[in-house]
Every structure is written in structure tokens, then in C-alpha cells.
């Protein structure tokens, strides 16, 4: 992955653990999407007090790649960029590591703005488009 413009800190909890003492891998999932609404939120796509029905994007495809075993207390972050921005779509990168850059796992979503009270795929919002370029220092959309 490109160096993220964004991270986010994670708390490992003893409740993340199997029983092999280390994080189960479901738990990824929920971290990706943890720094993935922070994320929004710093670009102010997004708010705390907003209704999930009212982001108007659905996660189409998650992707995770596991590279190392994460243990109870390692001071992890998310690193999160926005690596494609279609007309519909776009495509956030995620990676997992320690503050010495040991890398635990990194992953994708493909996500599409959707409109829930249609039920339709819909353009993304120019705002977001405006955001997400010029924060993510990308040139066009594809």
C-alpha cells in the first residue's frame, strides 16, 4: 500500500483474543471499519452523531491479508487511504502494524454509495469526491 495520509489507534482487548492468545481473525474486519469511519469523520463526510442510514455507502467486497499473529496489549494502529474513486465506488486500503512498523495485516474494501431509502446505487457526492481527492492527493477519478 502507498503511505496512508491517515492512521488510526487500536485497542487490542482481552475480548479480541482466541484461544490461541492471539487476535481472532474477525476482529480485522471491525478494526478496518473502526479506522474506516474515523477516517470519514476527519474528513468530515461523516459525523458522530449521524445515523448509519445516512452515510450512503455499503461495503461490496472486504479483503484481508494476515501477515503476523497480534497479541493482547501491542500498541497497533490502521493505516487507511482511499487508493480508487469511481463514479459509484471507490476502494479504501488498510494496513495494520505497530508504531516500529511491523506490518500484522493489511486489506481492502470495495465500497459504493448507496441510497437506503431507494435502494440504488447512486453517484459519489461531489463534496466527498472534492475531499477525497484533495486529501488523498490523487489526481482524477478511476
Known sequence: ?????????IEI???????????????FLTYFE???VNYLINL????K????????????????TFKAPVY????????????????KS?????EMSDQAGKLYASGSTSIVTFDYRSHATIPVP????????SFESLESAG
Open 72 to 87: 493482547f496489549e501491542t500498541e497497533a494502529r490502521i493505516g487507511v487511504r482511499v487508493s480508487r474513486l469511481g463514479n
Open 44 to 47: 468530515d463526510l461523516f459525523s
Open 1 to 9: 500500500m502507498a503511505d496512508p495520509h491517515f492512521f488510526y489507534p
Open 126 to 133: 461531489p463534496m466527498w469526491r472534492e475531499k477525497i481527492l
Open 34 to 36: 473502526q479506522a474506516r
Open 49 to 64: 452523531n449521524q445515523s448509519f442510514l445516512e452515510t450512503g455507502i455499503i461495503i461490496a467486497e472486504a479483503k484481508v
Open 13 to 27: 482487548r482481552y475480548s479480541d483474543l482466541d484461544p490461541q492468545g492471539h487476535v481472532n481473525n474477525a476482529r
Open 90 to 94: 471507490f476502494t479504501m486500503e488498510y
